[in-house]
T-cell receptor, first 113, second 112 residues
Framework: EAGVAQSPRYKIIEKRQSVAFWCNPISGHATLYWYQQILGQGPKLLIQ????????DSQLPKDRFSAERLKGVDSTLKIQPAKLEDSAVYLCASSLILGETQYFGPGTRLLVL | KQEVTQIPAALSVPEGENLVLNCSFT??????LQWFRQDPGKGLTSLLL?????REQTSGRLNASLDKSSGRSTLYIAASQPGDSATYLC???????????FGSGTKLNVKP
């Protein structure tokens, strides 16, 4: 069974630029999560989808971050414009249904200069 | 808001040693607590999940305990091996649909 796929694996941008990350969850998984993990900290949930609907986006900085899961399968997370403090690893996870075991992708490491 | 703390932040031990990783949380009204392993450049892998009604869970050389009243959990690793080197994270949930609250992790290095 293929795991959660994420791309790109690494990205370096300058502040005020835009960036987008892509996630393809495990086939059949209805729930998709985006986490931000700053160096030395645990992951923090940014947004959680159930199919193509948002369940929780309370910790998403909506002035600069956006995410979508239009067809209830893969998802994109966008930052526009990026700030230095956005440097982090962005992890995507999926689960069969809400509340079930989450399977994590390898993450996208973002460096904002 | 739940605060999860893991001490120490880093730990280096010789191979074969038994060790304990600590996790504490401020809100005892948890649904479950989960221990994860994170390898460099990789995502998180679930190791053990303890429901709030349980006291401990075991998997191979790993044993996790939970004391809700004191807001503490420990992960015991027996006979450590170099392959155990990774960052270990604990996370709690208030209910089965609530978000995870993660600690900042303990980076373990097991020396051959």
């Amino acid at each position: 069974e293929a795991g959660v796929a994420q791309s790109p694996r690494y990205k370096i941008i300058e502040k005020r630029q835009s960036v987008a990350f892509w996630c393809n969850p495990i086939s059949g998984h209805a729930t998709l999560y985006w986490y931000q993990q700053i160096l030395g900290q645990g992951p923090k949930l940014l947004i959680q989808f159930q199919n193509n609907g948002v369940v929780d986006d309370s910790q998403l900085p909506k002035d600069r971050f956006s995410a979508e899961r239009l067809k209830g399968v893969d998802s994109t997370l966008k930052i526009q414009p990026a700030k230095l403090e956005d440097s982090a690893v962005y992890l995507c996870a999926s689960s069969l249904i809400l509340g079930e075991t989450q399977y994590f992708g390898p993450g996208t490491r973002l460096l904002v200069l | 808001k739940q605060e999860v703390t893991q001490i120490p932040a880093a730990l280096s031990v010789p191979e074969g040693e038994n060790l304990v990783l600590n996790c504490s949380f401020t809100d005892s009204a948890i649904y479950n607590l989960q221990w994860f392993r994170q390898d460099p450049g990789k995502g998180l892998t679930s190791l053990l999940l303890i429901q709030s009604s349980q006291r401990e869970q075991t998997s191979g050389r790993l044993n996790a305990s939970l004391d809700k009243s004191s807001g503490r959990s420990t992960l015991y690793i027996a006979a450590s091996q170099p392959g155990d080197s990774a960052t270990y994270l604990c996370a709690t949930r208030r209910d089965n649909f609530n978000k995870f609250y993660f600690g900042s992790g303990t980076k373990l290095n097991v020396k051959p």
